[in-house]
Each structure stands twice: as structure tokens, then as C-alpha cells.
């Protein structure tokens, strides 16, 4: 059978251009994700929070932890370029320490940026894909939700609730033709990871059959399938792009 973007000589046609907001999108595999989805024709915007914007994108500076600052980002995206029709939950933080020295400070600072800055943008930014009855909405965990590491507890805990939330928010908005799927990166080569030591990187490698870190470009690319049109069957979905670190957990 053919998909609704094929024509009849069996070619993919361009799908609709559509509005995408994604944060945390100035580097790493946010910035790798707005690009692909861009290269896809789609009109890409980016929230950013320190340094410079990325060339070439709409970008709003917020800090995602803030709900005013959330709120205006999304108000902005929509008065430039339409009510973001596929968002990417990516912007995150990794604060790595033992579990008894993880204060309650870091805890929560972990959650208010890792978990309910997801939350809260599904709320701010869902109004257009309700009216659409089309959406994409795509969280960024990590492995570590699954199979955890020494010195993670807190945020092993703040991207183990984006699963729960992925597959709740995916009954509530299926039937709004919104999907929600969580894309489950293992170790990826980021500033995120700059500072692991010899020993921490073999730790990680020991465990993944392809014994190798990633790029954000592979991660994208998942990220980029989930958005597309022929996905359209694909919701509350646990995607790993790891090189196998955690398979079958
Ligand atoms: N790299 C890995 O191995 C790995 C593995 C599993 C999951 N992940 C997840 O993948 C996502 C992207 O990480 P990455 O590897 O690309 O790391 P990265 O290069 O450190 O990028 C993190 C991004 O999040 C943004 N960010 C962090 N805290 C923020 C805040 N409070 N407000 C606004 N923006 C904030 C950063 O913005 P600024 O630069 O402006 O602060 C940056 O754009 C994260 O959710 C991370 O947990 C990464």
C-alpha cells in the first residue's frame, strides 16, 4: 500500500512545512536535531540559554526552568512562525554526585529542568496541535533511566518520569492525532559528557555492544523519524539510540 506522501511512481513527496520548536537547540544533539528537522523543509525554532543563538534559526533565550520565560518563548515562536506544530523536550542538565551528597537543592534542580520543564511545555505548547489534530511531541531521556550509573540518582530519577509521562501524554492526545513518543539516547559525545575520565567512559563501553559513543547526529535522526509524517502509527514509544547499551532492560 502506499503512504499518503508517496505519488503514484512510488516517490516521496514533501510533506507540510511545519512550525517546530525545539529546546536547548544552540548545541549538542538539540542543535543536531533542529538542523535535521530543518534540512526536512520544516520552519525550525530554537529556545537557547547561555552564549550566542545559532546561526540561522528563530531563537528565544530562556531559561527552561522558568515558567514566564517558557511562556513568552512559545508566544514568540508562535507570533513568528505559527503555533509549533512538533516540539522536542531537549534542553537538560546532568549533575552527577554520590547519593548521599545529593542535596535536596541539586534534586530539585534536577527535576525542575530535566522533568517538569517537559511538563510544562506539553501544556504551553500543545494549543496549535489540538487545533491541527496533528502534533508531534518528542521527549529526550537517557539510558540511565533504565539501567542507572554510579553517581546519577537524581538524574536517573528526572529521566526515568519523562517514560511514565511519554506514555500517559500518549493516551491523552492520541485521539487528538498527537503522538508522543520519548527518544532514549545512551552515551553521546556532547559537552554534556566533556568531563567523564578514562574510567568512566570505559565503564560505559564495557556495556554497549557497539563500543562506541555516539554522535548527535545519530540521535537526531531518530528523532527525525519520529517527526515525520510516516510516523503517524508510532505513540508512547521507547526509542533507544544507544549502540545497545541497555538493551532489554
Ligand atoms: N550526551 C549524552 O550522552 C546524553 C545521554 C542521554 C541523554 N542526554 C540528554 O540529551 C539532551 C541534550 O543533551 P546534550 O548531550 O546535547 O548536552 P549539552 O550539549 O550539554 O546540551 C544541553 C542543552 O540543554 C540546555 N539547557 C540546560 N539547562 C537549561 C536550562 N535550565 N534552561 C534552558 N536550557 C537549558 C543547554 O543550554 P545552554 O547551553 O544555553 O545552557 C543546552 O542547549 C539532554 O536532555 C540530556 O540529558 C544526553
Known sequence: MRSPSEDRAGAKQPGPRRSVLVTGGNRGIGLATALRLRESGHKVAVTYRRGAPPDGFFAVRCDIRDNEELTHAVKHVKESQGA?????????????????????????????????????????????????????????????????????TAYAASKAALLGMTRTLAWELGRHGITVNVVVPGLIDTEMTQHLNEDQRDWYLRGTPLARTGTADEVAAAVGFLADESASFITGATVPVSGGLGVGL
Do not use: C, Q
Request: net charge negative.
Open 84 to 152: 509549533p506544530e512538533i516540539i522536542v523536550a531537549n534542553a537538560g542538565m546532568l549533575h552527577e554526585s554520590a547519593m548521599n551528597a545529593t542535596s535536596d537543592a541539586d534534586f530539585d534542580d534536577l527535576i525542575e529542568t530535566n522533568t517538569k520543564s517537559a511538563l510544562r511545555l506539553a501544556r504551553l505548547g500543545i494549543g496549535g496541535m489540538l487545533r491541527a489534530r496533528w502534533g508531534r511531541l518528542i521527549y529526550i531521556s537517557s539510558m540511565a533511566a533504565f539501567s542507572g550509573a554510579p553517581g546519577v
